[in-house]
Structure formats: structure tokens, C-alpha cells
Nanobody
Framework: QVQLVESGGGLVQAGGSLRLSCAAS????????MGWFRQAPGKERELVAA????????YYLDSVKGRLTISRDNAKNTVYLQMNSLKPEDTAVYYCAADRSYSTSKRYYYWGQGTQVTVSS
């Protein structure tokens, strides 16, 4: 079955960096668009970044542009989220997701379990 396993979350001070990874298995990774979502306590889940199957098209939430970078390595079946200049408002559970179609909506078919990112002020 399809599995998406996130890693790399943790506690970091404001201004610091983290790199999230999402390892995929059970699907033809290079045929899937990938997204990183986040959900903070009491808030709706939101799409932070997305990348097409080839990596040629990307999307970023306005509030993370210039600080977060999504990338993928199709040979390793892995998608990454490099997070720099982190702010307390970036604190959330981060989820990766996969879908056959590139989308900037919430309609992704497969989801990981999430990894906690906490940014202290």
C-alpha cells in the first residue's frame, strides 16, 4: 500500500532552519505531484507548498515565499521542504501529500501522518 513518511520536524528557535523529508513508497513517485500542508492548533489545514511530478512547477503560500523551498528527488522517492528564517507562526504539524494531478487545493489523495514543527520565540 501507499506510504508517505515524514521526518525532520522538531523544536527550533525563531530564525532557525529545518529540513523536512517525506519518503514515499507503494506508488510510482515520479508520476505524482506532491504537496506540503500544515495545520496549527485551532486552524484549518493549509497548503504551504506544492511541486509537480517533474519539479518544473511549484507553488508557495504567500506567507512562506522566500523562506521555504520545496524540492524532490524522484530517484529517491523523496520530497523535501527546506525551511529557513522560521517564525513562531510557522509552528504546526506538517503533512506531505501526493496526488496524480498537480493542485493548489486541498484535494490530495494520499497523506502522511505528519511531523511536528515548533518554533520558539
Amino acid at each position: 500500500q501507499v506510504q508517505l513518511v515524514e521526518s525532520g520536524g522538531g523544536l527550533v528557535q525563531a530564525g532557525g532552519s529545518l529540513r523536512l523529508s517525506c519518503a514515499a513508497s507503494g506508488l510510482t513517485f515520479s508520476s505524482y505531484a506532491m504537496g506540503w500542508f500544515r495545520q496549527a492548533p485551532g486552524k484549518e489545514r493549509e497548503l504551504v507548498a506544492a511541486i509537480s511530478w517533474s519539479g518544473g512547477t511549484t507553488y508557495y503560500l504567500d506567507s512562506v515565499k522566500g523562506r521555504l523551498t520545496i524540492s524532490r528527488d524522484n530517484a529517491k522517492n523523496t520530497v523535501y521542504l527546506q525551511m529557513n528564517s522560521l517564525k513562531p507562526e510557522d509552528t504546526a504539524v506538517y503533512y506531505c501529500a501526493a496526488d496524480r494531478s498537480y493542485s493548489t487545493s486541498k484535494r490530495y489523495y494520499y497523506w502522511g501522518q505528519g511531523t511536528q514543527v515548533t518554533v520558539s520565540s
